[in-house]
């Protein structure tokens, strides 16, 4: 008896990923990339999305055979309804695509200060909502937002409460949704791929700064927030949720 509870728990664990396929839009480089790994290696497949088709063939390439790509623009509804129109079904969708403005209230223009909403709020939303027709009902969806939901890091309305609504929306799509699963993955500040392409002087010092602001005394790395999404993907009791990998930032 206790051996037929113990293999019904590791079933229902969903911690397998094989024969189950990933969609990652955004997954050329960066915390998608990593996610990539992850779900290659727990014998799954993955779709990339993003809008460079050379990042993309680069990265399928890196994974090997259970990769494959598309180009795609989460700002371009016609390029979103393509992308998913080409896809059988969907197990697991992440997509962390966007292309938006930060900064203070009375600096941004108004398109300037509606841009993470733009792109990342409605980037995210069109995607569930385009490929919820292929998901599978014991799929899972994990949205991405920020820890500056919870702890505003500087002068940055407009991208506090981006962050807000997207946890906002996770719950909402997690009952609209149900019995698919809908979380959202909430990082603090990452030492990675975004952070690369700015200059080492600003990047040195938000570093310095995340350092003295959370409990861990660093930036988390992209493998840490990958490791985040696909607990997400596999935890088959978890919905409606916000995790936060962000060292303790948010308690500070």
């Given amino acids: 008896m206790s051996q037929v509870m113990a293999d019904t728990d590791d ?3 969903g911690g397998d990923l094989r024969g189950r396929t990933a969609v990652l839009i955004g997954g050329g480089s960066g915390i998608g990339l990593r996610v990539a790994h992850r779900v290659v290696a727990a014998g799954g497949r993955v779709v990339l999305g993003g809008r460079t088709a050379s990042r993309l063939s680069a990265a399928a390439k890196e994974l090997g055979d259970a990769a494959e ?8 509804l016609d390029s979103l309804a393509a992308f998913f129109d080409g896809l059988a ?15 203070p ?11 993470p909403f733009e792109s990342k709020f409605w980037g995210q939303y069109h ?3 385009l490929a919820a027709p292929k998901l599978a009902e014991d799929g899972s969806v994990v949205l991405m937002s920020g820890a500056a939901s919870a702890r505003p890091a500087g002068l940055a309305p407009a991208y506090v409460a981006c962050n807000a609504a997207i946890e906002g929306l996770g719950r909402g799509l997690a009952v609209e949704l149900a019995p698919v699963r809908v979380n ?5 500040t990452v030492d990675g791929h975004l952070w690369s392409n700015r200059p080492d002087t600003v990047r040195q010092a938000a570093f310095e700064q995340y350092r003295r602001e959370t409990l861990l005394g660093r930036p988390a790395t992209e493998d840490e927030i990958a490791h985040a999404v ?6 088959t009791f ?11 930032y948010t308690l500070r």
């Fill in 184 to 188: 959202v993955v909430s990082p603090g």
């Fill in 105 to 115: 209230m009375r600096e941004l223009s108004a398109a300037e200060a509606a841009s």
């Fill in 11 to 13: 079933e229902r664990s």
């Fill in 230 to 235: 696909v607990y997400l993907f596999t935890n």
């Fill in 69 to 76: 790509w598309c180009t795609v623009d989460t700002g371009d």
């Fill in 127 to 129: 995607a569930v909502r």
């Fill in 238 to 248: 978890t919905t409606g949720s916000t995790l936060y990998p962000d060292g303790g």
């Fill in 89 to 103: 079904h969907v197990d697991h969708l992440f997509t962390t695509a966007a292309s938006y403005r930060v900064g």
